[in-house]
């Protein structure tokens, strides 16, 4: 009901990413000091840090705080649980960094989008992929519904506009199969998306300034608000 901060910690260096349980009673926090910090909400001392191998450029924590998955710019994806600062499992075999992560609210899925153009899915045992997606884009945002049945992504083009096969695309998958369900193009990047919780809708943000709402049965936008 304040404006004022009930704590405040100060880390190594700037701050690219913060997740916070359903409950709101755990905080996962990336930095550019190559850590990422795990809070309880009733005080500023980290419950526990986690090392990465460089900039932390993602993290997302399950709806019970017990698994937070991590993107850092070591080229890596890792998930950690709350109990432990070693990785449950490291994925190593993206060639660049992954730009945005996101784990499902029962902490069994984890969506990856890489800057070398694609989208992984993993479960949460091993670090294999269920399945890679290869687009046109840098994945520069994920998000996965509650049960890990649906996933969107959303991209940029990297060849900053001299090629249409590379345009900006919002991108629908289920975790049944690497193609996407359907894909929508804009004329910007698109820098982020979310989708709600049973996956039937999803909304996106792009640098053409425009907010875009969809269902999950196809690309026509529900309505867009510039």
């Known amino acids: 009901d ?3 901060p009930l704590w405040t910690y100060t880390t190594g260096y700037l701050v690219r990413s913060v997740s916070i349980s359903s409950n709101g ?11 990422v910090y795990l809070f309880s909400k009733d005080s500023n001392a980290p419950i526990r840090s986690y090392a990465t191998g460089d ?18 710019y070591d080229d890596k994806v890792y998930l950690f649980s709350e ?9 190593t075999g993206a060639t660049e960094y992954p730009l945005s992560s996101s784990i ?11 800057r070398n153009f694609n989208t992984y899915l993993f479960g949460k045992d091993n ?16 998000s996965i519904s509650s049960d890990g049945s649906y996933m969107a992504a959303g991209g940029a083009d990297p060849s900053g506009g001299s090629n249409p096969e590379y345009a900006p695309r919002v991108y629908f998958f289920s975790n049944a199969d690497n ?9 910007s990047t698109v820098n982020a998306v979310s989708i709600n919780s049973n996956g039937n ?26």
């Open 2 to 4: 304040s404006g004022t």
């Open 25 to 35: 009673s755990s905080i996962a926090v990336g930095s550019d000091d190559n850590k």
């Open 55 to 72: 900039f932390v450029s993602s993290v997302s924590i399950s709806s019970d705080g017990s698994h937070i998955t991590v993107g850092s």
């Open 83 to 91: 109990d432990s600062g070693t990785p449950l499992w490291t994925y």
């Open 104 to 114: 499902s609210s029962d902490g069994r899925y984890v969506v990856a989008g890489m």
């Open 127 to 142: 670090n294999t992929p269920i399945w890679v997606s290869k687009t046109n884009n840098y994945i520069y945002s994920v």
């Open 179 to 187: 193609t996407p369900l359907w894909t929508y193009a804009t004329a």
């Open 201 to 226: 809708y999803m909304a996106a943000g792009s640098g053409d300034n425009t907010v875009y709402l969809f269902s999950k049965d196809d690309n026509t936008p529900i309505w867009t608000y510039t």
